[in-house]
């Protein structure tokens, strides 16, 4: 097992209203500084444009950095999965996340099916690891059936037990049920908060240890070290009163994360 952060850790300060956002070198950087081992491009769209010899360039970067690289996108068009193994195998990633929706594309369960069959022997071939996650627009029982329908030991799932909560799943039902086909965890914590007026709640995130997240019950469950599943930091920090309070918020954040993971490991 081993720690790592996400582009999401990153959210507001790569986002246009940085000043100047960090680009993935400076993201490598500090992922090294922090003392994580790993980090995940997750949905960010510039990895797509890069060219060869950009892509050589970040891949240098991060091994000079001793840093372990993954991918993270969505849908699950075989095309579109292809690239993403050829990216992969561009980054010496050897793990790539998606979802199987995309802002596009909305397949059935047997679509998605019948496209994972298609695309993940590929995969398979290279020795990558496509990993499903956990979202509130597919229950985690119906991502356990398409991972088992295709039963493939490349294609497992990516926990996040935060995104069903909007489906109105438990969180520890999601890690009971997805559990023996994790194979990439998401770790971020979340809160509600009543709304002003005391009229309905706010579902947002919190530092990680703070909020509703039982992450030692996930950890016993999931036994990452024992499966050699990395954990990767995410936040839904909200925004706060300017760009500059945000930032430094999410750094805050990310500084704690990595040291509540090393502290419980």
Request: hydrophobic letters at 40%; aromatic letters at 8%; glycine letters at 6%.
């Amino acid at each position: 097992m081993a720690i790592g952060l996400s582009t999401y850790a990153f959210f507001w300060r790569i986002s246009s209203e940085a000043e100047k956002p960090l680009t993935l070198t400076q993201m490598l950087e500090e992922t090294r500084e922090l003392g994580a081992d790993v980090f995940q491009i997750c949905d960010y769209a510039g990895v797509e444009a890069l060219s060869t010899a950009e892509l050589r360039e970040v891949r240098s970067t991060a091994e000079s950095l001793g840093v372990q690289l993954e991918l993270g996108t969505r849908g699950v068009r075989p095309e579109h999965l292809r690239r993403y193994l050829d990216l992969a195998e561009a980054l010496d990633v050897t793990l790539v996340r998606s979802m199987l929706y995309s802002a596009d594309d909305r397949p059935t369960l047997a679509e998605a099916t019948e496209r994972l069959r298609e695309a993940v022997p590929g995969y398979a071939q290279r020795g990558v690891t496509l990993a499903l996650e956990t979202y509130e627009q597919v229950s985690s029982a119906d991502l356990v059936d398409v991972v088992e329908a295709v039963g493939s030991e490349y294609l497992g799932i990516c926990l996040d037990p935060a995104n069903c909560v909007a489906n109105l799943e438990h969180p520890k039902q999601v890690v009971e049920t997805t559990a023996r086909h994790v194979a990439n965890l998401h770790v971020k914590d979340f809160t509600f908060a009543r709304q002003a007026g005391w009229v309905g709640f706010t579902l947002s995130g919190c530092k990680l240890g703070e909020g509703r997240l039982d992450y030692g019950a996930m950890i016993e469950r999931v036994r990452p070290g024992e499966k050699k599943i990395n954990q990767i930091v995410e936040h839904w920090l909200p925004w706060q009163d300017d760009i500059e309070t945000t930032c430094r918020l999410e750094d805050e954040w990310t500084r704690h994360s990595v040291e509540f993971l090393r502290s419980n490991s």
